[in-house]
Every structure is written in structure tokens, then in C-alpha cells.
């Protein structure tokens, strides 16, 4: 079959080509079965030193600036267009000429803080590499806790997905270090652990003598664990090791970080898949026995958009992220499918786009007593993972801790802005409070000493499901005539608690470091993504992790569900909805491995069910 | 005379030497614009703190003809020699030489404003690898993105401000897998200069 182009017939048509998509059509093609993915984005470049180089000239080296569409874009006008963490500023993101996203900006809303990408590979192109497990308690946050839901299968039945998902992608660490919280291991990881970087080490250090008092953590066995990462420490797949280029996030100069252009290559490689890009899926049709019949599409290029073409398979599959999924089932309305695809006819059966979350992210930093040498290793080499689980998780959200390697890139645009305080007599990193310029090699040595001690903890809150954070569609329209995504986003009281924990959990853990007074500023007060807390009389601001989550779940019934365990829409039989979008709770592991297990295991109930 | 002979001497030499690094025509006579080269960066080694053989290693011809194969002084001299205070700049680096030290004080102190904050702007280029401009700078606001410009790829691959960090652009990583779970390289190495605390 030739690559590129629509042919057919098809088994299997996938919408979107990261990794939900590229895992399920490699294993369909392995398994000889016809598999068409429509990617909405760009083709790999010819080059993909082009990508490097749009990232090297880029100014704001932001999770999208390798990537396509070129940024700044106009929303209305882009065909294949994505948010960017630019267009979460003030008088931004509540700007629909501005904002891809149509953000709800009413009091009681607040701006969703996440991106993604619409490229070959998907947003996983632009991921960190941290590929943890969730810990059993996750699937079973109402049975424990009364919290939520619980999923509609254990940690158990997901656990031989989770290895295989940790040899597809390719995952460093030891097993023996991360049985903490009930996690258990049938098989090893493929590789060996990422080395610990200096400042891993350094906060290990604090753990012993760490209390945190008033979050439910009293009797905490606090430790620093290495971090599981779909990143090399030996070759693998053809792939170099890591060299600590400290640039995970946006893109890995030499591909020692796993991202879905291995898969879709493999998935090419077995004869049987088809991926054609710019295509953008704008419709699922319906027939009137409730199969799908087929997918409308629209191929674009820079002048010009074919009219809608269609494409059929036995099978479908939406992999196309927790916003673009829900927007295309929801553009899908229509006689045989009156509230969208994937919504069923009773009123407790619409959850479509309903349960959006994410990971809120506190963000803490400090200057060490002495040099730890950041910017150095890749962005997160350990985390604090002992505090995910516990009864605190019945009053508030619980969090994991990324300790990252990357001074302070991540708050403060660092190195930049402090090198820039110092020669330009500026304090936008209240490093410089008498606003010195300084030259020569009195700011060189100023620079040495503070650069070499920053560092920065970042805390993954997991977010409550609630039914009217949700993605709907807004009136307004992008380069395609499609309308856009409209977003409703808040944090709860529940999640709240978890940011304010968060925050009170950094401060200890400064302390117990010698550092008496943390850098952490308090959000201006122009910042969208904050919030007033009433017990510290402060804001708390919340950055987004990129993990987009929960909008169409999966459940054990019809009821206030989309999707069966295997992601099966139970609304028509030969559709799947994959991906993130599928997970009832976010929990507080980043969701990418989550993802591939769970997609693994589709990929093997389809092949099993015969369905194809 | 003699001065000036032995001047015009060398920076002919360097013309010749450096091969393709310093192969380009600058505005004006060519032997003028070599020598301008040399004083550029060692002005902006006083400016930075970085060692001169640092910025440039070929910078003694004689001793090391060809090695610097990046030759981003190039690049930080043809935006910086296009602002229209970058020959008073140079001026007072000219006069002041061999003492550029001096120099950098005269620019960073006591100079016209177009003069100090042309200083800054060469700072930040050799440091960042980026063109924050004077007059921006003058603002002593935080930039706009659209202020400032990357002057290259391999600029930022250059930047200093990473090395005296005791790291390395984020992106552009020349060490091996593991040497983050070690002490870096001591600043001495990386700059020619001691700048870590006793």
C-alpha cells in the first residue's frame, strides 16, 4: 500500500496519528488487518533538523515553538490549529480573535491551561518522557475514598499492559524502586534507571528530616524516587542515549526521548497502514442501525481546502486528544446521532466533552545554599511519588512531586531574565532588589552563583471530575469553517485544598533544605490562572501540565459514561474512543503511559473480538 | 609609524590565516576592519568577564590560526557594527587599548546613553545569543517577543550565559549520558575565569 495516499478498503480508520493512534494501527497492522490514519497536522519534515531550527530562532521557546502551524497564528484563519501557552495571557485567553481555544471567562470560570499539539505524532512530541504507573488506589478512588468514581477495571487487569507499554516505548527504570503504593510488576522495564541528577540528590537529602504539618502527611516515610522516563540510558530501538540536552520539553535533539514518529514508522513498516496528513476528520457519519458509516474529511494545503471526502472502514477509531475528539463526535449531531456522536438518547447518557480535567500544577523554586548546577540532565530525572495515595484523598486532591533539573526555565524564563536583570539594572527575578547592571567579571560571578543554585519543584494536583468543566463547541471558527473548541474550566474546593497542600508541602520541603526563604512569588493580579484563597489571604497560581483528561470516560455502565473498559463507545458498536479522554479520574500520574496501556489493550480486544 | 605598520601587518596576517572564519568583506579597508575584529572582542571579553580566547580561540593568529570554526564573533560584530553608536563604541575601545578594561568602564559608566546601552546589547549578545536592542534596553522593561530577536541557531548555541551556569544551552547538549549525576566542569575550564565562591 503506498503510505501516502487514501486507498483502501479499510479495516480500521484511525483520526489522529499520536500516540493512542500509532500504537492501535501498529498492532492492527501487525495483525494484517487494513488500517488508515488521517492525521490533521504537517508530515514529518524531510529534515528534522527543521524542527531544531525553528526551536533554536524561536524567542519564547514554549512546549510549541518547534513545532507546526507557525506561531503566532490567527484562530479563524488556521486550518489545523492548536492553544499555545502564549495565548493564556491576559486579555488572551479570554479572546476568541486571539485564543485558539474559546475560553468561558465569567466569574465562575477559570482559563483550562493546557496545550497540545495537531502534528504527526501528537502532543507526545513535545512530552517530557515521564511514563509512571497510576497506583492501584487510582482506579478505586470511590470504593476507598468515597471520592468520584471508580474505574471500570483495576490497576491488576491494566498491569501486563502497562510492560508492554513500557517496552513499546521504550522506559528507564529499575522495577525494584517503584513497588511503592501497591504497585507490582509482571515483567521488567526495558532499560535501566536515568542516572539522579545534583539536585535530585540534594533534596534527597532533606527527605529524612522533612515534616509537613496539616496536609495529611503527618506519618510520611518521605523519599525521592527515581523517575520511570521514555527516555534511553542504553541504545534502544535503533536510538541513542540520553546526553542531557535539557530540552525534553519541546523536542529531544537526537531522539534518546521516545515520541510516536518511532511507532508510526514501525506501524508503516508492516505494510498493512496508511497515514495521510493534512486531513483534517470534520465529520462522523451515522447510519440509521447506529454504526458509523464513515469518516468526512477535508485536505488542506497553505492556498486552498478540497471539499469534504469520505473514507469507510469496518471500524473507527478517534484518537484525536481529549478536546479534539469530543469537538469532532459534537460537530458529528445529526438525525441518527441527535445530541452528537457517542452521546446515547437518555439525558444521563451525554458525557461527551463533560468531566474535562487536567493536572493544576503548583509551581514552587528556590535558591539551594550552595550550587546545585541545573540546567543540566534531562528536565525531570526524580519525583516524590510516596505522597500520591492516602485518606487525605477524601478532603483533598492529591499530588505528585516533579523535582525539576532546569534552574528556574520553567518559572521565570531563566536563564534570560536573570541575565538580563544583571546587565540591563531590571528585577523581573527579584535577584536583583537594587537594580545593579553589572559587566565583566563581576557579573559573571553574580550569574555563576545564582544560576548554579536555582531549582524548582513542580506539584501535580489531581483535579475532581466535574460535570460542567466540559468542551462544547463555540461559534466561532477556524481556517477550515470547523467550528472551534469552547471551553468551561474551574477548580473545585476539592482540588483547591490539593494546590493549597501543595503549597504548604514546598515550604517544608525548602526548609528542611536550609532555605528559609523560598523565591516563589505570589501570582500579580492580573493573572488569570489563579485563585483567591481564603486561608492564606493570597492567590495561588496553577500552571497546566498538558494533561488533557476525561472527556469520554469510560464506566462500567450506559450511565454517565461514554466508553466501555476497552474504550467500545456504547453507543455504536464499531466506534473507540481513545486516548486520555477515556480516564474517569486523572489521578496524579502524568497520563501517557496510562494511555498506551490502555490502547494496547483496545488494540488486542479488537483483534480478539474479530470485529475486524 | 612603526606601530602602525606592525598593526596593519597583523591584522593582514589574521585576514590570511583564519581561512574561511574570517573570510568576510566588512565595510571598509579590509586591513581597518580585521583589526577592528580583534579589538571588538576583547572589548566585549572586559564587557563579559569571559576570557578573550575564550570568545575567539583564534584571536592569537600566531599561536592558533583556524580554530575558532564557529566564529561567532562575527555574527555579534555585523549586528553590533550596524547601530549607529558602534563606532564611538569602538572609539573608546581603540583609544583605550591595550587597557580594555578601562574601556569597559569608560562604556558601561560614564558614556552617552547610545554608547552604554550598545555596551549592554554586545553583554546580552555574547551571553544569550540573542539582539536585544539598545533602544529597547533603554525601556528597562521586560521585552516583548517581538523586541528581540535570536540572531542565529548557532548563536544560541553559543550563548555564555549557560557555560557560566556550568551547563549548556538547553537543546544543545556536547556531553554524555550521565555526567548530570556529577559535578560540572569548574568555571575556570569553561571561561578562563575562577568565578565559583571559595
Redesign the interface.
Known amino acids: 500500500m503506498c503510505a501516502d495516499k487514501v486507498g483502501g478498503p479499510y479495516d480500521a480508520v484511525i483520526v489522529g496519528s499520536g500516540i493512542s493512534g500509532a500504537l492501535i494501527a501498529k498492532k492492527l497492522g501487525l495483525a494484517k488487518k487494513k488500517v488508515l490514519i488521517l492525521e490533521a497536522g504537517e508530515r514529518l519534515p524531510a529534515n528534522v533538523n527543521d524542527y531544531m531550527n525553528r526551536f533554536f530562532n524561536a524567542v519564547a521557546k514554549i512546549p510549541e515553538s518547534p513545532y507546526p502551524p507557525e506561531l503566532p497564528s490567527d484562530p479563524a484563519k488556521v486550518k489545523a490549529g492548536r492553544p499555545n501557552v502564549l495565548e493564556l495571557l491576559p486579555g488572551i485567553w479570554d479572546n476568541p480573535a486571539k485564543s485558539y481555544l474559546v475560553q468561558n471567562a465569567d466569574k465562575q470560570s477559570l482559563p483550562f491551561a493546557s496545550t497540545y499539539e495537531r502534528v504527526n505524532g501528537g502532543t507526545v512530541r513535545h512530552w517530557l518522557g515521564t511514563s509512571l504507573r497510576f497506583v492501584p488506589a487510582d482506579f478505586e478512588m470511590n470504593s476507598r475514598y468515597g471520592k468520584f468514581v471508580d474505574w471500570p477495571i483495576k490497576y491488576r487487569d491494566l498491569e501486563p499492559w502497562y510492560g508492554e507499554a513500557e517496552k513499546e516505548i521504550g522506559v528507564s527504570a529499575d522495577a525494584a524502586e517503584q513497588t511503592y503504593l501497591g504497585i507490582t510488576f509482571s515483567s521488567d522495564y526495558p532499560m535501566p534507571k536515568i542516572p539522579e541528577s545534583m539536585v535530585d540528590k540534594r533534596v534527597a537529602a532533606a527527605m529524612p528530616g522533612l515534616k509537613v504539618p496539616g496536609v495529611g502527611l503527618d506519618d510520611l516515610q518521605w523519599k525521592v524516587s527515581n523517575t520511570p522516563a521514555g527516555r534511553n540510558s542504553q541504545p534502544y530501538q535503533d536510538r541513542r542515549v540520553c546526553a542531557g540536552n535539557t530540552n525534553c520539553i519541546p523536542i529531544c535533539p537526537i531522539q534518546a526521548k521516545y515520541d510516536p514518529s518511532v511507532t508510526l514508522a514501525d506501524a508503516l513498516r508492516t505494510g498493512n497502514v496508511d497515514v495521510v496528513y493534512n486531513c483534517v476528520a470534520s465529520k462522523v457519519l451515522v447510519g440509521t442501525d447506529g454504526r458509523i458509516s464513515g469518516i468526512q474529511y477535508i485536505q488542506y494545503d497553505k492556498e486552498s481546502q478540497s471539499p469534504p471526502r469520505q473514507v469507510s472502514g469496518k471500524i473507527y477509531i478517534l484518537a484525536g486528544n481529549a478536546i479534539e475528539t469530543p469537538r469532532l463526535l459534537l460537530m458529528s449531531e445529526g438525525a441518527n446521532a441527535p445530541r452528537g456522536v457517542g452521546n446515547g438518547r437518555e439525558p444521563d447518557q451525554a458525557v461527551i466533552g463533560r468531566y474535562l480535567m487536567d493536572h493544576p500544577l503548583y509551581l514552587a523554586w528556590a535558591l539551594a545554599p550552595k550550587s546545585v548546577w541545573g540546567y543540566r540532565g534531562p528536565l525531570s530525572t526524580s519525583g516524590i511519588e510516596v505522597c500520591r495515595d492516602g485518606d487525605f484523598r477524601k478532603e483533598r486532591g492529591a499530588f505528585r512531586i516533579e523535582i525539576g533539573n532546569e534552574g528556574w526555565n520553567f518559572p521565570i524564563g531563566d536563564p534570560h531574565t536573570t541575565t538580563l536583570d544583571f546587565v540591563n539594572a531590571m528585577n523581573d527575578s527579584n535577584q536583583n532588589g537594587d537594580k545593579k547592571a553589572l559587566f565583566g567579571e563581576d557579573l559573571a560571578k553574580h550569574l555563576n552563583n545564582i544560576l548554579s543554585r536555582q531549582f524548582r519543584l513542580g506539584f501535580l494536583v489531581e483535579q475532581e471530575p466535574e460535570f460542567n468543566n466540559r468542551v462544547s463547541l463555540a461559534v466561532e471558527t477556524d481556517g477550515l469553517g470547523l467550528r472551534r473548541p469552547a471551553i468551561a474550566y474551574n477548580l473545585s474546593d476539592y482540588t483547591k485544598r490539593g494546590l493549597a497542600a501543595a503549597q504548604v508541602t514546598a515550604t517544608a520541603i525548602f526548609k528542611a533544605m536550609g532555605i528559609d526563604k523560598e523565591a516563589t512569588t505570589d501570582p500579580s493580579k492580573d493573572e488569570p490562572s489563579a485563585f483567591f484563597w481564603q486561608p492564606t489571604g493570597k492567590r495561588i497560581q496553577y500552571y497546566g501540565a498538558g494533561h488533557i483528561v476525561g472527556t469520554h470516560r469510560m464506566g462500567s455502565t450506559k450511565a454517565d459514561s461514554a466508553v466501555n473498559d476497552k474504550q467500545q463507545s456504547w453507543h455504536h458498536n464499531n466506534l473507540y474512543l481513545v486516548g486520555s479522554g477515556s480516564f474517569p479520574t486523572v489521578a496524579t500520574g502524568n497520563p501517557t503511559l496510562t494511555i498506551a496501556a490502555l490502547c494496547l489493550r483496545t488494540a488486542d480486544y479488537i483483534i480478539n473480538s474479530r470485529q475486524i | 609609524m612603526t606601530d602602525f605598520t606592525r598593526r596593519k601587518a597583523i591584522a593582514v596576517a589574521m585576514g590570511t590565516m583564519a581561512g574561511a572564519a574570517t573570510a568576510v568583506s566588512l565595510p571598509g579597508a579590509a586591513a581597518a576592519a580585521d583589526s577592528d575584529l580583534a579589538i571588538f572582542v576583547k572589548l566585549s571579553a572586559?564587557?563579559?568577564?569571559?576570557d578573550a580566547l575564550k570568545l575567539a580561540p583564534d584571536l592569537d593568529q600566531k599561536k592558533a590560526p583556524g580554530t575558532d570554526v564557529i566564529g561567532i564573533k562575527h555574527a555579534y560584530f555585523a549586528v553590533a557594527s550596524k547601530d549607529p553608536a558602534f563606532p564611538d563604541l569602538m572609539k573608546i575601545a581603540r583609544e583605550a587599548d591595550p587597557n580594555f578594561?578601562a574601556a569597559?568602564e569608560i562604556i558601561?559608566g560614564k558614556a552617552t546613553d547610545d554608547i552604554k546601552f550598545l555596551?549592554?546589547s554586545i553583554?546580552?549578545a555574547w551571553?544569550?545569543g540573542?539582539w536585544?536592542p539598545p533602544k529597547v534596553?533603554q525601556k528597562?522593561?521586560?521585552?516583548g517577543?517581538?523586541d528581540?530577536?535570536?540572531i542565529?541557531?548557532t548563536a544560541?548555541?553559543q550563548g555564555w550565559?549557560?557555560r557560566?551556569?556550568?551547563?549548556?544551552p538547553?537543546?544543545?547538549?556536547?556531553?554524555?549520558?550521565?555526567?548530570?549525576?556529577?559535578?560540572?566542569t569548574s568555571?575556570l575550564e569553561l571561561?578562563g575565569?575562577k568565578?565559583?565562591?571559595p
Open positions: 572586559a564587557l563579559t568577564g569571559i578594561a569597559a558601561t555596551g549592554r553583554i546580552l551571553y544569550l540573542a536585544y534596553l528597562g522593561t521586560r521585552p517577543l517581538t528581540v530577536t535570536v542565529s541557531p544560541y548555541t550565559t549557560w557560566v551556569a556550568q551547563a549548556h538547553m537543546g544543545y547538549s556536547e556531553l554524555r549520558f550521565g555526567h548530570w549525576g556529577d559535578r560540572p568555571t571561561t575565569k568565578l565559583e565562591e
